[in-house]
């Protein structure tokens, strides 16, 4: 029985080489995201308004491929927008425990 592998769009890399996740894998789980067809203004709040931060998390929250998307902001450092529910200052927080 073939050993499983683990899904490229999940995997973290703390080696600092570079991204886990490929471009193509990045193009397959982003064609399933419940915010494929929205504007990006939802998801790249002024930071004075939370109240789309807050919408943006919420269509998150429903989301297929939250996971997949979270973790490519973590991987790769997305300083800017809402990514799998996560804000900046949020992938900060996660950051600093990886």
Do not use: Y
């Amino acid at each position: 029985m073939p050993a499983a592998q683990a899904d490229p769009a999940l995997v973290v890399r703390r080696d600092g080489a570079g991204p886990a996740t490929s471009s193509e894998s990045f193009r397959s789980w982003r064609r399933e995201a419940s915010c494929r067809a929205m504007g990006c203004e939802v998801f790249f709040p002024p930071e004075d308004e939370p109240g789309r931060e807050r919408a943006a998390k919420a269509i998150c929250a429903g989301c297929p491929v939250r996971l997949p998307c979270a973790v490519h902001a973590l991987v790769n450092r997305e300083a800017h927008g809402v990514w799998g529910g996560l804000s900046p200052a949020d992938r900060e927080r996660l950051s600093s425990h990886l």
